[in-house]
């Protein structure tokens, strides 16, 4: 009797452990196929080619492709929501950004909790954004710029790239912190703001690095400021924001995520190898000349990040009265 019930108990402990073992084997050979990074923007745009940059480089180290596929829509909501309804296996993962933090307060009815439904694997990158004006404004300093938008309260047209977007919210955030009255006139993009801004159809305008670079060198705008922290690589002559409007800072960022319940062996082995590209100076040299800063984290770090992002700029958009369109 003793021996039927010592048998039985020796197999109830390994049909316990077998999910376990099951798991750390998964993890063990991961990933033994393709990988798919969604992103939830067309293809060309900040993100996508983030993702491409961070996804040849764990192709490489992981030896498995890790396949973009871009799903735009809903400033990104499609895509979240597609990795929320993935397998937790670690091969479908989202190309996070900013914009998945600004959409909990401007979709109050997503189908979806990002914080909660989305684990954080690797924080990848940040970067911010440039305050550029049309050459006829007769500023050129910020400190001239807030100035002479006092002395011309909502005779000033600033461009955005649409309520929600990056350059918008950059936008509201100084105009609060600086206190100064600028008529916001909404784009579908910066894309088509650009030459509005460049003809003096509009006087200033916020812009991601990425693509504010490139007017900026070519003189065809004037950049006073950049939104980062501290001063960019690719533009180091521009001071930032900050250095006249005390305590300001704005940057988007971006990331890997993953389904909620995925493996924490499969989250650890991607983060390892995100935080090796950051270290790596070719890589970062990369990262730089497209105006974004490396952003390495633990997966625990880089969720608290996201928390506390979130709920900075939902205050943003609360007191703007921003509402997605």
């Known amino acids: 009797m003793k021996l039927r019930r010592r048998k039985f108990l020796h197999l109830v402990t390994g049909a316990v452990a077998l999910p376990t073992v099951c798991r750390a084997a998964s993890a063990f050979d991961y990933p033994n196929r393709p990988v798919r990074l969604v992103v939830g923007f067309a ?22 492709s890790f396949i973009i596929e871009n799903r735009p829509g809903a400033s990104g909501n499609l895509a979240a929501e597609e990795v929320v309804h993935a397998a937790p296996d670690g091969y479908t993962l989202l190309e996070c950004a900013a914009a998945n933090a600004w959409n909990t307060s401007l979709y109050p009815s997503l189908s979806f909790d990002f914080a909660r439904d989305i684990a954080p694997v690797a924080s990848v990158s940040r970067g911010g954004g440039v305050l550029e004006v049309n050459l006829a404004v007769p500023a050129k300093t910020l400190s001239e710029f807030i100035a002479y938008a006092k002395a011309n309260p909502g005779k000033i047209n600033m461009a955005s790239a649409g309520p929600g977007s990056a350059p918008g919210l950059y936008g509201e955030l100084f105009k609060s912190m600086a206190g100064v009255n600028l008529v916001t006139v909404n784009y579908r993009g910066s894309g088509p703001a650009l030459p509005d801004l460049i003809a003096g159809r509009v006087q200033v305008m916020f812009d991601v690095a990425i693509t504010a ?7 065809k705008v004037r950049a006073l400021a950049v939104t980062n922290a501290k001063r960019i690589a690719a533009l180091p002559e521009i001071p ?20 909620r319940n995925t493996s924490p062996e499969i989250i650890e082995i991607v983060n390892r190898e995100v935080n090796s590209a950051l270290a790596d100076p070719e890589f970062k040299r990369r990262l730089a000349d497209l105006g974004f800063d490396p952003f390495a984290n633990s997966p625990t770090e880089f969720g608290r990040f996201i928390v506390e992002y979130t709920e900075k700029w939902r205050k943003v958009i609360r007191a703007a009265g921003i509402k997605a369109e």
């Open 43 to 64: 293809a060309g745009g900040p993100l996508d080619t983030g993702a491409r940059l961070i996804g040849q480089w764990l192709s490489k180290r992981l030896g498995q």
């Open 213 to 219: 670079i490139g007017p900026v060198k070519a003189g």
């Open 240 to 259: 930032t924001v900050g250095e006249f409007v005390p305590g300001y800072e704005a940057t988007g960022w971006q990331g890997i995520g993953a389904p």
